[in-house]
């Protein structure tokens, strides 16, 4: 137990401080669903597991309120995991280390879970809860968000009886969510042909650090740095007058995160080592410049290398900095309906080498199905350009705004009743499984909504310890209001 457990209110900070320990990244649920299960059965309620790995709690009505019509709560059991690079940390065997900065919680040097062990934390609460009022819920529990969406994708959707959804995986206080974006991931894999190292050469290893990254759709608009373009912006532009060869380059280390941190090792003749140098380090002083408000952290790390057996051949190398330099990162489009909405965005997300080969991976969101599909396309076809090989993944549905929800009434009346403020109503560029849960079960009321959370999908996340409180009492109140 750390002081997590002390903060108020205590049935969902305790649950929080629990969920801290226990591994959770994306696909590897097993351990916190069985806690999930364990709970339940705690509480004397059922818990029924599908195919796929979602969980489903039915918790009754309150006397009085049992025959009202159900209501459910829907949270990810997975989690990110991200860390800096310097950071000792084992994910699948190591607590998450929370500490708190102010009025804020975060973790130390890695993701804090936040996104979505609140909400899961919250559920939990609820389902131990005995002084609540409220009608019959389900409390949905899915696994594999990060990763795609996979569990909500693979839903057994015979499981819910009810026809209005509380997500609670939004990420700011005072917002009602109720659309969010659609999406797809593209997988580029270019084959490496190496030769043996150039007599008479130099091996630098090279890193693009200290980046704030965040998360590819709420954090996209900022135009912060992407380590991995930046990294292929520099060597290129030393391309271009000196020469050198790559044996190695990776990046990123997942699809929905804007890559932090970026390695790559170049070698270099003897005669061109200074040229080479210089020309990087000038490289950077300028792209330094032009982010220095939204990344003023960022650092060039050059150190010595060892000269690998095999380096990439000159048209290896100098096929995967054009094809890194070509493929699109960022914002695509902004919305023409509804102000300062990313329509459309792309994440160049991870460079990794496996097995002869380099493997790009990127991710595109958009509100809009065919510029998401335009988008992919144009991805496609730089990939397949660069003579690599282009694997997509089915795309997940985005969810259309319903203005006219009674779900969305209830819930601006108790906002506005509980906590004294109108709430604003937005779609999100995020994707939220209530695109692909309101596919699978036509005529679904949803809304989403959260405490404040900032940068997740980095080690910088953390989670605003007042607006939990808020959060909870503004959800115990809807229920109580839809019983």
Not at 191 to 218: I, M, N, W
Not at 419 to 430: D, F, N, Q, R, Y
Request: hydrophobic residues 40%; charged residues 25%.
């Amino acid at each position: 137990m750390t002081f997590v457990a002390t903060l108020e209110p205590t049935a969902l900070w305790q649950h929080f401080d629990t969920i801290l320990t226990i591994p959770r990244g994306s696909k590897s649920e097993d351990r916190i669903r069985q806690h999930v299960i364990t709970v339940a059965e705690g509480c004397g309620l059922s818990a029924v597991v599908d195919a796929a790995g979602n969980v489903v709690v039915r918790k009754p009505g309150t006397a009085g309120r049992e025959n009202s019509p159900a209501t459910i709560l829907q949270s990810h059991l997975d989690m990110v995991n991200e860390k800096n690079s310097d950071v000792d940390h084992d994910f699948t065997q190591d607590a998450v280390k929370p500490r708190r900065d102010g009025e804020y919680l975060t973790a130390s040097g890695t993701t804090l879970g936040s996104d979505n062990g609140i909400g899961v934390a919250t559920m939990l609460a609820i389902m131990e809860a005995t002084d609540l009022i409220h009608g019959p819920l389900e409390l949905l529990f899915t696994i594999d968000e990060e990763t795609g969406l996979t569990g909500a994708a693979q839903l057994d959707a015979s499981l819910l009886q009810g026809r209005r959804l509380l997500n609670l995986d939004s990420e700011e206080e005072g917002i009602l969510y109720v659309g969010c974006a659609g999406g797809g991931d593209s997988s580029l894999t270019l084959a490496v042909d190496a030769t043996a190292a150039p007599e008479d050469s130099a091996a630098f290893r090279l890193g693009v650090r200290g980046l704030k990254g965040g998360h590819s759709g709420c954090d996209i608009h900022l135009q912060r740095g992407n380590a991995v373009k930046l990294l292929a912006r520099a060597l290129w532009a030393v391309a271009t007058r000196t020469p050198f060869r790559l044996s190695d380059f990776e990046g990123g280390s997942a699809h929905n995160a804007i890559p932090r941190e970026a390695f790559a090792t170049a070698v270099v003749g003897r005669a061109n080592e200074a040229a080479f140098l210089n020309g990087l380090r000038d490289e950077f002083v300028l792209i330094q410049a032009e982010f220095k408000r939204a990344d003023p952290g960022m650092t060039l790390e050059i150190a010595d290398a060892e000269i690998a057996a095999d380096v990439w051949s000159d048209m290896t190398s100098a096929t995967l900095l054009h094809l890194l330099n070509a493929l699109p990162h960022g914002v695509m489009a902004m919305s023409y309906d509804i102000p300062d909405l990313v329509e459309t965005s792309t994440n160049l997300a991870t460079v990794k080498v496996r097995d002869g080969s380099v493997v790009i991976g990127l991710s595109s969101r958009s509100s809009i199905d065919s510029a998401l599909e335009a988008l992919r396309r144009s991805i496609r076809a730089g990939g397949m350009l660069a003579g690599a090989s282009v694997v997509e993944d089915e795309a997940y549905p985005g969810w259309n705004p319903d203005l006219g929800s009674r779900l969305l009434e209830v819930v601006k009346r108790v906002h506005l009743r509980e906590l004294g403020t109108e709430p604003e109503v937005k779609a999100i560029h995020a994707g939220l499984e209530c695109g692909i849960i309101g596919k699978k079960v036509p005529g679904m009321d949803m809304i989403s909504f959260g405490p404040q959370i900032e940068f997740p999908h980095s080690p910088d996340e953390r989670v605003q310890i007042d607006s939990v409180g808020k959060f909870y009492k503004l959800l115990a109140a809807v229920l109580e209001e839809l019983a």
